[in-house]
């Protein structure tokens, strides 16, 4: 993982159409890609996942703990204008992970198929 803020790239951000202020917070996740984000908004995001000079995903994370104490939510993983969801995975991370380590729920909106982003940064 890049540290927070070691990824500015205004230009790149701007061009793939990210909310202002987004920068890069890591390097390639196999599978995913890059992960921007609004510092502030980490780290339950949205995350924004990038591949080349492609937008392929919005992702939230949600605490079990939240799921369980019946909290809702609402408009959450809207894509941005000019990408569609293709899918959505969710995944369970019972110990939590780097940035958010709770256990925990990824819930990806990808608007690519499987087949695309599972062979990125094999």
Known sequence: ML???QGPNPEKAKRLGLPEGTVQVSACVPGMGEHWAKPPDLPFGPIYGVMGERLV???IMVAQSDFAAGKSWRDLLKPLKGYAIDHVDVEFEPQGHE???????DIHA???P???HLGYCP
């Open 3 to 5: 540290a927070l803020g």
């Open 99 to 105: 940035g958010y380590p709770v256990p925990h729920y």
């Open 57 to 59: 995903f919005v992702e």
């Open 114 to 116: 499987h087949a695309e």
């Open 110 to 112: 990808y608007f690519v």
